[in-house]
């Protein structure tokens, strides 16, 4: 999958690596906008060893490498865009443990036969597909009492109020040479996500606001459920 028309392609070709080569794995998994604050990877279970973990936009693979070097997980990590894959791949692809594809996240959903103990998605694929069907396939694939946890650009980031109901909002994805693509994106607050996980057969457990020093407002929304 090539998908140059892409905003996200784009966005891989502005924040690749400087050197493309192995990586260390990240000493933290992280959920927010501002390096150390927050909870890290403890969020998604006790003992994570063995646990079978899908992550749905993963872009170069930092926290799915922290989870497999650090936590012993097996870890499937998707991302939209082939050159996300590649970089992760030139950073972390020798890790026995660590599954690296290059996939839509509804796409991969509707395919695999595969059941994980969780699944997340830091800033990545929830949020930018329509929730009601991309949770409902997500439920499909987590086994009972299984953990979802994401986190989304918070809506309320830019002073701005939610969005509800099936209409995305466009907002622009801000790249690092000033441009700026209209981006749809599913810009649900707390209340808004704990419907939609409802309607899919989970239940949400916490609903966490994170800040950035300097910034007025919450940059992120992190969300945990459980399935039923
Ligand atoms: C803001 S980046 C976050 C990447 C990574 N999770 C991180 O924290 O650095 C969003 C990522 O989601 C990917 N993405 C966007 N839509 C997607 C989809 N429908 N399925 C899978 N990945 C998607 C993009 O290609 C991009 O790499």
Redesign the pocket.
């Known amino acids: 999958m090539i998908n140059k028309g ?1 905003p ?1 392609y784009a ?2 070709v502005q924040t690749r690596p400087a050197s493309d080569g192995p990586t260390p794995p990240a000493a933290r998994m ?1 959920w927010g906008t501002y390096p150390g604050a927050g909870p890290g990877a403890e969020v998604l279970g006790r003992s994570l060893r063995g646990r079978r973990i899908l ?6 693979g ?2 799915a490498a922290h989870l497999v070097d650090r936590h012993q997980a097996q870890v499937t990590a ?4 082939d050159l ?1 894959i590649q970089h992760a791949r030139a950073r972390y692809g020798e890790m026995a443990g660590l599954t690296l594809l290059a ?4 796409r991969y959903l509707q395919r695999t036969t595969a059941v994980f103990d969780i699944v997340y ?5 929830i949020g ?2 329509e929730p009601r069907q991309l949770l409902a396939a997500i439920a499909r694939h987590l086994r009972p009492h299984g953990v979802l946890a994401f986190s989304v650009p918070h809506p309320r980031r830019a002073g701005a109020e939610a969005s509800d109901g099936p209409q995305p909002r466009h907002s622009p994805l801000r790249l690092p040479d000033g441009s700026r693509p209209p981006l749809p994106r599913w810009e649900l607050n707390g209340p808004g996500w704990c419907r939609a996980l409802d309607q899919a057969d989970m239940r949400t457990t916490a609903v966490t606001e994170l800040g950035h020093p300097g910034r007025e407002h919450p940059t992120a929304l992190m969300i945990t459920a459980r399935r039923n």
């Open positions: 892409s996200w966005y891989a992280e992550e749905l936009g993963c872009g170069q930092q926290n998707i991302d939209l865009i996300q996939c839509d996240a509804m998605s830091v800033f990545g694929a930018l597909v």
